[in-house]
């Protein structure tokens, strides 16, 4: 467990012979201060490294995964990172084919601690009508949460916040020849907001909560009168 104001910065496992044990789980800054690996025919030494770490310029960032979904635990020390399509910050998304008849969905499932939200800003390029960069607000990836979908070229995709504990990028490929993006996630403590009722004759409303932050749910009660 990192002390406060540290993140996860690498997990190495090594066998006897010093030879790497591969993850198979975890073992990242996002990963939930989690890990797993097989365990070899040998003995193991665990070797973790914790850094203050708390925003992009500090080298924080999250590569998408080509046909997968990574939940993202953000902890409570970070304000900033950034997120890359699975060629990173200088490569090209997917494996270098040609446009395929069958498209692919990467998406990033981005979870703060409770009381904070997010906002995301940044830049695209991807093959224009063919490959899509979407971000959704909340947990779902249905046209309710979705805040905005776009393809092609652009230097500012626009400033695009949570009203929720969640957020997903999601990102849909049929080409590979471009550079993708480069987005930046900054995190922010959410603002409470006070809960006034009014009441009139009648009856009475009462609230479970006096005051509460935006996407939190709250539970009204109404006493009429006999």
């Known amino acids: 467990s990192p ?45 973790p ?3 203050k770490k708390h925003t992009a310029a500090d080298g924080l960032y999250i ?19 950034k997120v890359y399509d699975n060629g990173g910050k200088n490569g090209n998304y997917g494996s270098g ?25 940044g830049s695209m390029n991807t093959k224009q009508d063919e490959d899509y960069l979407s971000i959704y607000d909340g947990n779902g990836t249905d046209e309710d949460h979705r805040l905005m979908q776009m393809s092609g070229k652009n230097s500012n995709i626009g400033q695009y916040s949570t ?10 490929a049929r080409c590979s020849s471009n550079s993708g993006f480069d987005l930046t996630v900054t995190v922010e403590e959410a603002q409470k907001h006070m809960i006034t009722i ?19 749910t709250v539970n009204l009660t109404a006493t009429p009168l006999d």
């Not at 496992?13 to 990963?31: A, F, I, P, R």
């Open 3 to 47: 002390e406060e104001g540290y993140v996860l910065d690498s997990l190495n496992v090594v066998d006897e012979n010093d030879s790497t044990v591969k993850l198979t789980q975890g073992g990242y800054w996002y990963s939930g201060d989690t890990a797993r690996f097989r365990m070899p025919y040998a003995d193991v030494t665990v070797k």
């Open 163 to 172: 009203t929720n504990h969640f957020m997903y990028i999601g990102f849909e």
């Open 198 to 216: 009014v009441n009139s004759a009648g009856g009475s409303v009462v609230s479970d909560k006096a005051e509460t932050i935006i996407g939190d």
């Open 49 to 51: 490294v914790f850094k």
């Open 97 to 121: 084919e040609e446009c395929r008849y069958y498209s692919r969905n990467d998406y990033l499932e981005l979870v703060p601690a409770y009381g904070f939200v997010m906002q995301v800003t």
């Open 63 to 81: 590569d998408m995964v080509e046909g997968e979904v990574i939940t993202a635990v953000v902890p409570k020390c970070v304000t900033s990172f």
